[in-house]
């Protein structure tokens, strides 16, 4: 009988204690973000670190670039649109699931982001903010190049009816 008093003062003890630790702990406010418009709402604060991280290497840029500094509050104001790379970048990343939808079928997780892509920042900015639009020259023949595309030396030929 003895034993039985001790494991139920004990069992008792244990459960005020747990019951106490619960109750106390502050419930983890689910983080959401401000102004987000392409990029799901629910995004984790991890998940919203590897996005921000892959386009800014795929940029060559810091969070500068895109976000302002509040420096009333000494810290980046994130959800601010005062910056028109900000809106450009929004525009980039529609067009860029457009591209892996139609084109190379790319599906998306349970967030609504393309899982697996055939293009993306990188493909074209390489690391630069603003990638340098060029055309590759063309084989050198008895014509030069095509009307609209500048002939070695930077001479454009013009377009419309011409002789070759």
Not at 37 to 46: C, R, S
Not at 101 to 110: G, H, L, R, W
């Amino acid at each position: 009988m003895l034993i039985n008093k001790k494991i139920l003062v004990t069992l008792c003890l244990s459960s005020v204690i747990a019951v106490v630790a619960l109750t106390s702990m502050k419930p983890e406010e689910e983080h959401k973000f401000k102004n987000l418009k392409v990029l799901p709402k629910h995004i984790t604060d991890k998940q919203l670190d590897k996005v921000m991280d892959e386009w800014a290497h795929s940029l060559g840029v810091h969070c500068n670039f895109c976000h302002v500094r509040n420096e009333a509050e000494k810290k980046m104001d994130f959800a601010s649109d005062a910056k028109p790379e900000k809106e450009m970048a929004r525009h980039m990343y529609k067009m860029m699931n457009k591209i892996n939808q139609k084109y190379f079928e790319a599906k998306k997780d349970s967030l609504g982001m393309v899982m697996t892509s055939g293009v993306n920042c990188n493909t074209c900015h390489k690391g630069t903010s603003h990638p340098e639009v060029t055309v590759p020259e063309g084989r050198k023949g008895p014509g030069g190049p095509p009307p609209g595309v500048p002939a070695p030396g930077g001479t454009l030929v013009p377009q419309g009816d011409h002789k070759q």
